[in-house]
Protein backbone atom coordinates (compact mmCIF):
# COMPACT_ATOMS: atom_id res chain seq x y z
CA UNK A 1 0.00 0.00 0.00
CA UNK A 2 1.22 3.23 -1.15
CA UNK A 3 0.50 6.77 0.90
CA UNK A 4 -3.11 7.24 2.30
CA UNK A 5 -5.16 9.72 0.41
CA UNK A 6 -5.88 11.53 3.42
CA UNK A 7 -2.60 12.81 4.30
CA UNK A 8 -1.37 16.12 4.70
CA UNK A 9 2.68 17.41 4.58
CA UNK A 10 2.89 20.62 6.49
CA UNK A 11 5.95 22.65 7.80
CA UNK A 12 5.96 21.88 11.53
CA UNK A 13 6.47 24.62 14.09
CA UNK A 14 6.17 24.66 17.41
CA UNK A 15 3.14 22.79 18.53
CA UNK A 16 4.75 19.86 16.68
CA UNK A 17 7.44 19.72 19.46
CA UNK A 18 5.90 17.32 21.40
CA UNK A 19 5.20 14.45 18.30
CA UNK A 20 8.36 15.40 16.56
CA UNK A 21 10.30 14.43 19.93
CA UNK A 22 8.44 11.51 20.49
CA UNK A 23 8.57 10.10 16.84
CA UNK A 24 12.31 10.51 16.89
CA UNK A 25 12.76 8.82 20.07
CA UNK A 26 11.08 6.02 18.70
CA UNK A 27 13.11 5.98 15.46
CA UNK A 28 16.53 7.15 16.67
CA UNK A 29 18.74 6.64 19.90
CA UNK A 30 19.22 10.13 20.49
CA UNK A 31 16.71 13.07 20.15
CA UNK A 32 16.04 16.36 20.53
CA UNK A 33 13.45 17.18 23.41
CA UNK A 34 9.99 18.52 23.07
CA UNK A 35 11.48 21.80 24.66
CA UNK A 36 14.46 21.92 22.34
CA UNK A 37 11.88 21.57 19.44
CA UNK A 38 10.25 23.99 20.89
CA UNK A 39 12.74 26.32 20.49
CA UNK A 40 14.71 25.07 17.08
CA UNK A 41 10.82 25.31 15.62
CA UNK A 42 9.75 28.16 17.00
CA UNK A 43 13.26 30.19 15.71
CA UNK A 44 11.19 31.95 12.17
CA UNK A 45 13.29 33.13 10.05
CA UNK A 46 16.25 32.24 11.66
CA UNK A 47 15.53 28.65 12.31
CA UNK A 48 19.02 26.71 11.99
CA UNK A 49 16.36 23.54 11.32
CA UNK A 50 13.37 23.33 9.73
CA UNK A 51 11.24 20.56 9.31
CA UNK A 52 8.58 19.04 6.97
CA UNK A 53 5.85 16.45 8.29
CA UNK A 54 3.25 14.19 6.66
CA UNK A 55 0.40 13.37 8.91
CA UNK A 56 -1.95 10.60 8.58
CA UNK A 57 -5.60 9.56 9.89
CA UNK A 58 -5.62 8.46 13.15
CA UNK A 59 -8.88 7.61 14.82
CA UNK A 60 -10.80 10.98 14.45
CA UNK A 61 -7.77 13.20 13.92
CA UNK A 62 -4.26 13.09 12.09
CA UNK A 63 -1.17 12.21 13.39
CA UNK A 64 2.63 12.89 12.83
CA UNK A 65 4.14 9.66 10.71
CA UNK A 66 6.83 10.66 8.80
CA UNK A 67 9.74 14.36 9.47
CA UNK A 68 12.46 15.66 7.53
CA UNK A 69 14.50 17.97 8.42
CA UNK A 70 17.17 20.29 6.73
CA UNK A 71 19.07 23.37 7.28
CA UNK A 72 19.32 25.67 4.23
CA UNK A 73 23.05 27.34 3.28
CA UNK A 74 22.11 29.62 1.14
CA UNK A 75 25.64 31.32 0.97
CA UNK A 76 26.90 28.02 0.03
CA UNK A 77 23.87 27.02 -2.59
CA UNK A 78 23.72 23.84 -0.32
CA UNK A 79 20.44 22.17 1.82
CA UNK A 80 21.29 20.08 4.10
CA UNK A 81 19.27 17.42 5.21
CA UNK A 82 19.77 16.72 8.80
CA UNK A 83 17.04 13.76 9.76
CA UNK A 84 14.42 11.88 7.64
CA UNK A 85 12.28 8.95 9.72
CA UNK A 86 9.05 7.04 9.27
CA UNK A 87 6.98 5.62 12.05
CA UNK A 88 7.77 1.70 11.84
CA UNK A 89 4.14 0.79 10.98
CA UNK A 90 4.15 3.13 8.06
CA UNK A 91 7.43 2.24 6.13
CA UNK A 92 7.38 1.44 2.61
CA UNK A 93 4.48 3.31 1.44
CA UNK A 94 6.66 6.11 -0.26
CA UNK A 95 6.10 9.10 2.91
CA UNK A 96 9.91 9.67 3.38
CA UNK A 97 10.25 9.79 -0.44
CA UNK A 98 7.64 12.25 -0.79
CA UNK A 99 9.05 14.27 1.82
CA UNK A 100 12.60 14.33 0.81
CA UNK A 101 11.31 15.26 -2.91
CA UNK A 102 9.77 18.07 -1.90
CA UNK A 103 12.57 19.29 0.28
CA UNK A 104 14.60 18.94 -2.35
CA UNK A 105 12.30 20.89 -5.10
CA UNK A 106 11.90 23.38 -2.44
CA UNK A 107 15.64 24.33 -1.78
CA UNK A 108 15.74 24.10 -6.14
CA UNK A 109 13.32 26.83 -5.90
CA UNK A 110 15.26 28.98 -3.87
CA UNK A 111 18.28 28.36 -6.54
CA UNK A 112 20.42 26.51 -4.04
CA UNK A 113 22.69 23.74 -6.17
CA UNK A 114 23.12 20.89 -3.86
CA UNK A 115 21.60 18.91 -1.37
CA UNK A 116 24.15 17.11 1.17
CA UNK A 117 23.54 14.21 3.80
CA UNK A 118 25.25 11.74 6.38
CA UNK A 119 24.30 8.78 6.86
CA UNK A 120 25.81 5.98 8.62
CA UNK A 121 27.21 3.07 6.61
CA UNK A 122 25.21 -0.20 8.57
CA UNK A 123 21.61 1.98 7.42
CA UNK A 124 20.41 0.09 4.42
CA UNK A 125 17.36 0.96 4.56
CA UNK A 126 18.32 4.86 4.32
CA UNK A 127 20.85 4.54 1.80
CA UNK A 128 18.22 2.66 -0.63
CA UNK A 129 16.22 5.60 -0.04
CA UNK A 130 19.06 8.51 -0.69
CA UNK A 131 20.21 5.79 -3.51
CA UNK A 132 16.41 5.90 -5.34
CA UNK A 133 16.16 9.74 -5.04
CA UNK A 134 19.31 10.04 -6.97
CA UNK A 135 21.97 11.17 -4.27
CA UNK A 136 25.53 9.52 -5.12
CA UNK A 137 28.47 8.76 -2.58
CA UNK A 138 31.09 11.63 -1.84
CA UNK A 139 32.94 10.91 1.10
CA UNK A 140 33.96 8.91 4.22
CA UNK A 141 34.54 9.81 7.52
CA UNK A 142 35.68 6.13 8.39
CA UNK A 143 34.82 4.69 12.07
CA UNK A 144 32.55 8.21 12.80
CA UNK A 145 30.15 6.51 14.98
CA UNK A 146 32.35 5.89 17.94
CA UNK A 147 29.62 2.90 19.64
CA UNK A 148 28.83 0.68 16.28
CA UNK A 149 32.07 1.66 14.74
CA UNK A 150 30.10 2.53 11.58
CA UNK A 151 31.45 4.91 8.77
CA UNK A 152 29.92 8.25 7.98
CA UNK A 153 29.10 8.09 4.50
CA UNK A 154 28.74 11.89 2.96
CA UNK A 155 26.48 11.70 -0.08
CA UNK A 156 25.18 14.25 -2.07
CA UNK A 157 22.73 15.09 -5.11
CA UNK A 158 22.53 17.92 -7.44
CA UNK A 159 19.27 19.70 -7.81
CA UNK A 160 19.15 20.98 -11.30
CA UNK A 161 16.37 18.92 -13.51
CA UNK A 162 14.12 18.69 -10.45
CA UNK A 163 10.26 18.42 -11.11
CA UNK A 164 8.95 22.36 -11.73
CA UNK A 165 5.31 21.00 -10.50
CA UNK A 166 7.05 20.47 -7.58
CA UNK A 167 10.06 23.05 -7.74
CA UNK A 168 7.29 25.81 -7.86
CA UNK A 169 4.75 24.64 -5.73
CA UNK A 170 7.19 24.68 -3.06
CA UNK A 171 6.28 28.64 -1.95
CA UNK A 172 9.33 30.69 -1.20
CA UNK A 173 7.69 34.09 0.62
CA UNK A 174 9.85 36.53 -1.50
CA UNK A 175 9.65 39.61 1.46
CA UNK A 176 9.54 38.34 4.69
CA UNK A 177 9.07 40.26 7.29
CA UNK A 178 13.11 40.88 8.16
CA UNK A 179 13.95 40.44 4.14
CA UNK A 180 15.45 37.19 4.67
CA UNK A 181 15.10 35.26 1.68
CA UNK A 182 15.61 32.44 2.82
CA UNK A 183 13.07 31.60 5.74
CA UNK A 184 10.07 30.80 3.38
CA UNK A 185 10.61 27.51 2.45
CA UNK A 186 6.87 26.00 3.18
CA UNK A 187 4.94 23.28 1.77
CA UNK A 188 3.05 24.97 -0.97
CA UNK A 189 -0.75 24.17 0.60
CA UNK A 190 -0.78 22.10 3.79
CA UNK A 191 -3.99 20.74 3.47
CA UNK A 192 -3.43 19.46 0.67
CA UNK A 193 -2.96 15.67 0.14
CA UNK A 194 0.51 15.58 -1.00
CA UNK A 195 0.01 14.21 -4.25
CA UNK A 196 -0.94 17.78 -5.08
CA UNK A 197 1.73 19.24 -3.06
C1 LIG B 1 14.98 5.17 6.05
C2 LIG B 1 13.51 5.48 6.27
C3 LIG B 1 13.37 6.97 6.61
C4 LIG B 1 12.71 5.19 4.97
O1 LIG B 1 11.38 5.63 5.18
P1 LIG B 1 10.15 5.04 4.33
O2 LIG B 1 9.02 5.98 4.50
O3 LIG B 1 9.93 3.63 4.69
O4 LIG B 1 10.75 5.11 2.85
P2 LIG B 1 9.88 5.11 1.50
O5 LIG B 1 8.69 4.23 1.65
O6 LIG B 1 9.62 6.51 1.09
O7 LIG B 1 10.92 4.41 0.50
C5 LIG B 1 11.25 4.98 -0.75
C6 LIG B 1 12.27 4.08 -1.42
O8 LIG B 1 13.47 3.99 -0.60
C7 LIG B 1 13.98 2.64 -0.67
N1 LIG B 1 13.81 1.98 0.63
C8 LIG B 1 13.24 2.50 1.74
N2 LIG B 1 13.29 1.60 2.76
C9 LIG B 1 13.88 0.50 2.28
C10 LIG B 1 14.22 -0.76 2.84
N3 LIG B 1 13.93 -1.07 4.13
N4 LIG B 1 14.85 -1.67 2.07
C11 LIG B 1 15.15 -1.38 0.79
N5 LIG B 1 14.85 -0.20 0.17
C12 LIG B 1 14.23 0.73 0.92
C13 LIG B 1 13.13 1.94 -1.73
O9 LIG B 1 13.73 2.22 -2.99
C14 LIG B 1 11.80 2.65 -1.59
O10 LIG B 1 11.00 2.57 -2.74
P3 LIG B 1 10.03 1.27 -2.93
O11 LIG B 1 9.29 1.06 -1.65
O12 LIG B 1 9.14 1.67 -4.07
O13 LIG B 1 10.96 0.12 -3.24
C15 LIG B 1 12.90 4.59 7.39
O14 LIG B 1 13.31 3.25 7.20
C16 LIG B 1 13.27 5.02 8.81
O15 LIG B 1 12.58 5.84 9.41
N6 LIG B 1 14.36 4.46 9.37
C17 LIG B 1 14.79 4.81 10.74
C18 LIG B 1 15.36 6.20 10.81
C19 LIG B 1 16.57 6.36 9.89
O16 LIG B 1 17.46 5.52 9.85
N7 LIG B 1 16.60 7.49 9.15
C20 LIG B 1 17.68 7.81 8.24
C21 LIG B 1 18.72 8.61 8.93
S1 LIG B 1 20.08 8.97 7.83
Do not use: W
Request: proline share 5%; charged share 25%.
Amino acid sequence: MRLPDEHSIERLTRKDAEALSSLEAECFSTCFSPEQYAVILDAGENAPLRAFGLFGPDGGGKSLVAYVSFALHPAAGEVEIYNIATRAGHRRRGCAEELLKLVLSAAAALNLKKALLEVRSGNAPALALYKALGFTLTGRRKGYYAQSGEDALLLERALCGLCPERATSARFNPQPSTGNRMDAVSCANSHRTAKEV
